[in-house]
């Protein structure tokens, strides 16, 4: 009777805990239970304004954020206001087990009538021991600190490594190895039987980070072809001056899909497509609670002759720990059809 009295009363204690995190104001929430196990609750809203006019716009995501590809346009003139970016996660660990989830709300759904409502997504979900993950993530070729920070969702997403799929990840010390899920972009998807191969290596110091990535796969393209393709790149941040950091992506060879968030696709026709992209920011300090972040990223597709560009700047201030605004200005180019866009952008964002 003692035992199921003390089970019930830390349930309550822990019912009680759970009501109070997710009215605080703290960043990061953790609850504590017992032997060590842990729950831990984060994420952020973030609300965002965003104009955007000139020639060409970005349907898949409804001109929320500038991806890898574009439309072609009619002298476009237009605002909206979003919070679709807004997302929430959970960390359960115990032991040497860890579990992770996260969602955010861009799964559509939703209209611009009455409720302007959206469809939860998922986004990662995760199961770490040790040095095994299993689940869905970030792919083990990208380097997620190397991303710049933007009001525009990733930055240059059109140059830079960015994916997030299921995948079997084996790591140690700064070395990962990956089987990834396999994807014909363009191609016959129904005959991919063999997972994508990803290893990449990772040096750490006091000065930052850079990391060195291969990717080895097999497409099956419409025609019923098998076409292997390979590719590789670097990345990393790099501390400055300050607080001040240069960030970097260079990624080359039949990358596909890997990079540019459909800038290129991995196939054309029966032909496996070549690119060639690069991203650099550098983020400056100008004081403890404003900072500043200019950045431009470029794609070249050689099968298809397509090259896109994006160019930004932004500024930044945090008026609480957790609370900041932005604003950002910055142009998104299809070059090859000599098109482009300007854009105007300002957010809010609560880090949970």
């Known amino acids: 009777m003692f035992n199921n009295s003390l089970f019930k009363l830390k349930k309550v204690v822990l019912a009680t805990s759970l009501l109070a995190v997710t009215g605080a104001a703290n960043a990061g929430y953790t609850v504590k239970l017992d032997d060590g196990d842990t729950i831990t609750f984060g994420g952020y809203i973030k609300a965002d304004v965003r104009s955007i006019s000139g020639d060409v716009s970005s349907p898949v995501t409804n001109d929320d954020y500038w991806i890898g590809n574009a439309a072609v346009v009619d002298d476009i003139s237009t605002t909206k206001f979003s919070a679709n970016e807004t997302r929430f996660n959970t960390k359960y660990v115990h032991g040497d087990v860890t579990g992770f989830i996260e969602l955010d709300f861009y799964g559509g759904g939703g209209n611009q009538i009455v409720s302007n409502s959206s469809h939860p997504r998922l986004r990662h979900a995760f199961i770490k021991y040790k040095n095994i993950l299993v689940g869905q993530t970030w792919t083990t070729f990208m380097n997620t600190s190397a991303l710049a920070e933007a009001a525009n969702f990733g930055g240059a997403l059109n ?22 899920n396999p994807h014909s972009d363009k191609g016959d998807s129904s005959q991919d039987s063999i997972p994508d191969f990803i290893a990449k290596y990772t040096f750490k110091g006091d000065w930052g980070n850079v990391s060195v990535s291969g990717l080895a796969r097999q497409l099956n393209t419409v025609g019923g072809n098998s076409e292997t393709a390979v590719g590789g790149g670097i990345a990393g941040r790099i501390k400055t001056f300050g607080k001040d950091d240069f960030r970097f992506q260079v990624h080359g060879g039949e990358t596909g899909r890997y990079v540019g968030v459909v800038a290129a696709r991995d196939l054309v026709g029966e032909e496996v497509e070549e690119t060639t992209s690069y991203m650099v920011a550098y983020r400056h300090f100008w004081t403890e609670e404003m900072r500043s972040t200019v950045f431009y990223g470029s794609t070249d597709a050689d099968v298809a002759n397509t090259k896109r560009n994006h160019v930004a700047v932004n500024l930044f201030k945090n008026f609480t720990k957790q609370l900041s605004f932005g604003v950002e200005v910055g142009n998104f180019e299809m070059n090859e059809v000599s098109k482009d866009s300007n854009y105007l952008q300002f957010s809010a964002k609560y880090v949970l």
């Open 159 to 180: 140059a830079s490594a960015f994916i997030r799929q299921g995948q079997v990840r084996y790591t140690m010390g700064g070395l990962q190895l990956s089987l990834e």
